[in-house]
């Protein structure tokens, strides 16, 4: 186990949280099957009013890896979970784990072709998604196209956001839309295929795990290309990290109650919403969208006490003309992740809940937390931190140009840390893996400086990736798209300042004939039919050419300067 010693930031730690937190040498399933031990008739998970015991989690999970092993997945094999925060994400997420399998997380929201890059990069042998339409949203239609091109997939279970509401809830919601070609052979209903198994402790439980070396999780991410590559998770990446963050977070005797709006897709949602709440025996209350007047409601309602999320969240509730209406004094603590929280929207919301939002640090690679402020009353803080590094965490900065000289105080540089919550490797990709490991150090590719009493700041991103409301974008992925626009020339893609996202995408546009522009508004249609919604761009700039380098690469650092100036005479004239 990876030991901190003699680091300035120790000092700041709290009296009820050492330097190096023993966490359990276990399966991740064994979270769940520890609280169901000890807590079996508490709530595990609250969805719209339907409430599911520890116990019957647990069972649940059982009855979907027992049918799993009875289809012949086992270990090494890999199912992927294309859902919403709905109780089905839970249960089939830990039943994965105990079948043997891999789980692979990936956003409902996808497109057909960012759908069918993970799935059969994973070599993902079985699916789980919803079949019915909500809003918009056709969330089968997207991989139904893309279905017949992924050789490995054997097995498709399909589920509806209204299988798990109470009954008059349901009775109240009619018959879910559903898509039609369900009948496909290989296609399952999940409700029929788990209520026909046992709910005995699946025979596979009981072997041994490799918890440092079996993979628990492969969480897809850009990394320093663009390119999305799978970071493998092991049992302890994820185990310790749940582990260490309920810890820091504070476990009470008493069960507490968690709002889970932030998705579980996503690897902040998963260790923080559910793994670590599941250890800590928390009752999760789970909204699959975040919509700022129900989370109010919720929050008013069932009495949150812990709401992890994103800026965009916090600063949609304050800004919410309902706000007053509504009691969110019980909120006592908030882990603000994903992208940078603003100060004033801290310390507004603090003022509003009288509770206690705090920023920390991530990132897939790591499972995800690794640093972050103290989350205890009158415990100091420094406005614009991530905080100190987690216990059993070290961090450090080093040169941008190798990676291989440590930096002083003050001095900025790309953060490096290290860790049992450090990915084992992107999977089948050792290339991508070497360029982000110095030994046993992992960069970030984030650039930062670190003060006298060990506290860490970012200050700026290595690479170019967007961070739109904690969501990550890629240039890339967009330009794309939109080079495949029938009246597009070229295309370059940056991340703008937004008060609201923290960043948005904004497209730098050369059409083809400026006599026929269709417009920003059909552009950004076009974009949407073709890519997840917040990859698509909120500002369009028709331009005459765009900034290059001699041998004709696009120059996005040009883009980005020439916004600052912009920005900066903005303020200026105002």
């Known amino acids: 186990m990876q030991t901190v010693t003699a680091r300035p930031w120790l000092k700041f730690y709290p009296p009820d949280i050492s330097a190096n937190i023993d966490y359990p040498i276990e399966p991740l399933f064994a979270l769940l099957s520890e609280t169901t031990k000890n807590h079996p008739d508490w709530v595990a998970l609250s969805y719209m009013g339907k409430k599911i015991t520890y116990k019957e989690l647990d069972e649940l999970s059982n009855q979907f890896a027992n049918g799993l ?64 339409v909500v809003g918009p949203n056709n969330f089968y239609q997207e991989f139904e196209k893309c279905r017949t091109r992924l050789s490995k997939l054997k097995y498709v279970f ?20 559903h898509i039609e070609t369900l009948q496909k052979e290989g296609t399952t209903k999940l409700t029929d295929f788990v209520r026909n198994q046992s709910k005995e402790k699946p025979k596979t439980e009981s072997l041994p795990v490799d918890t440092k070396n079996d993979i628990a999780v492969i969480q897809y991410t850009g990394g320093t290309t663009g390119i999305s590559k799978g970071a493998m998770l092991t049992h302890e990446n994820l185990v310790s990290n749940a582990v260490i963050m309920a810890n820091w977070i504070g476990i009470s005797k008493d069960q507490e109650t968690i709002l889970a709006v932030i998705p579980f897709f996503h690897i902040y949602g998963l260790s923080v919403a559910m ?30 006490q812990i709401f992890p999320g994103v ?27 994903g992208a940078p929280l603003p100060v004033e929207v801290q310390k507004k919301f603090n003022a509003v809940s009288g509770g206690k939002l705090v920023e920390g640090y991530g990132l897939t690679e790591a ?29 450090k900065i080093v040169d941008i140009e ?82 495949t626009h ?27 004939d400026k006599t026929k522009n269709p ?3 059909q552009i950004k249609a076009f974009c949407k039919e073709r890519i997840a919604p917040y990859k698509v761009p909120k500002i369009i700039e028709f331009v005459d050419d765009l900034p290059k380098s001699l041998v004709g690469k696009v120059l996005r650092r040009k883009l980005r300067e020439g916004e600052q100036v912009k920005t900066s005479e903005q303020k200026a004239a105002s």
């Not at 956001?161 to 009619?174: H, M």
């Not at 699959?288 to 069932?302: D, G, M």
């Not at 916090?314 to 969110?328: C, F, G, K, M, T």
Request: proline share 7%.
């Open 69 to 132: 092993i009875s289809l012949g997945v086992t270990k090494g094999s890999k199912v992927a979970l294309i859902l919403p925060n709905v109780p089905q994400y839970v249960f089939c997420f830990f039943g994965i784990l105990k079948s043997g399998a891999s789980v692979v997380p990936c956003n409902p929201l996808y497109r057909e072709k960012e759908l069918e890059f993970q799935l059969a990069n994973s070599e993902s042998v079985a699916v789980v998604l919803l079949n019915n």
């Open 158 to 177: 399909v589920t509806s956001v209204t299988d798990y509401l109470p009954p008059l809830k349901k009775q109240l919601a009619g018959p879910a839309k």
């Open 275 to 304: 793994l670590a709440s599941i250890y800590a025996g928390q009752r999760i209350v789970m909204l699959p969208t975040f919509t700022p007047k129900e989370v109010l409601e919720t929050i008013h309602k069932e009495k949150i």
């Open 311 to 337: 800026p965009t969240m916090y600063i949609a509730l304050l800004h919410h003309p309902e706000l007053a209406n509504y009691s969110i004094s019980s909120v006592e603590r908030c882990v603000s992740g």
């Open 367 to 395: 499972s995800p937390v690794t640093h972050c402020n103290v989350m205890r009353p009158k415990v100091i803080m420094k406005e614009g931190s991530i905080g100190v590094p987690y216990p059993n965490t070290d961090s």
């Open 402 to 483: 190798t990676g291989m000289k440590d930096l002083a105080i003050g001095e900025v540089g790309e953060l490096a840390v290290r860790g049992p919550q450090v990915m084992k490797g992107y999977w089948n990709n050792d290339e991508e893996t070497k360029k982000v490991f110095r030994d046993e150090w992992l960069l970030t590719g984030d650039i930062a400086k670190q003060d006298e009493d060990g506290f860490f700041f970012i200050v700026d991103r290595k690479k170019d990736l967007i961070d739109a409301s904690g969501f990550k974008v890629w240039p890339r992925d967009v330009e794309e798209v939109l080079y």
């Open 486 to 512: 029938p009246d597009i020339k070229e295309a370059a893609v940056i991340g703008v300042p937004d008060e609201y996202r923290g960043e948005t995408v904004k497209a730098f546009v050369v059409l083809k």
């Open 519 to 521: 417009g920003a508004d």
